[in-house]
């Protein structure tokens, strides 16, 4: 498995501060070209099939409250799935269609700490 995080060594030079403004900035691109879908009545009776399913699997739902949300808007609006993490989606993929992706790599770090050539 691909590492996903930064090291211990790393971490020492992780800059929270420049984290925080990327992470923001891919947010306020992603809410600026698609439209929210809303966690409605019908997604809220999906829901209660979607965590039997998960509770089928040997898996406790409560830790999974706003995936399993995710996952029944989804089925809701008859929408795919798509995560960097599947296995978080275990146990559904009779109920949806859940496609998997690649995690987009983290920017390396500067000669200062900080994203970026440095």
């Known amino acids: 498995m691909k590492r996903q995080t930064r090291g211990n060594d790393e971490q020492d030079l992780y800059d929270e501060h420049a984290e925080r403004a990327r992470r923001l900035e891919i947010l306020q691109r992603t ?67 859940i496609i998997p992706v690649t995690r987009p790599p983290v920017p390396p770090l500067g000669r200062h700490g900080k994203a970026g050539p440095g």
Do not use: C, H, Q
């Open 31 to 97: 809410e600026s070209e698609f439209d929210p879908v809303p966690f409605d009545a019908e997604a809220a009776r999906i829901y209660g099939r979607v965590s039997a399913a998960v509770i089928a699997t040997g898996r406790k739902p409560r830790r999974r409250i706003a995936d399993l949300m995710i996952a029944a808007t989804a089925i809701a609006e008859n929408l795919p799935l798509f995560t960097t993490n599947p296995a978080d989606f275990t146990g559904l993929d009779t109920l949806m269609r």
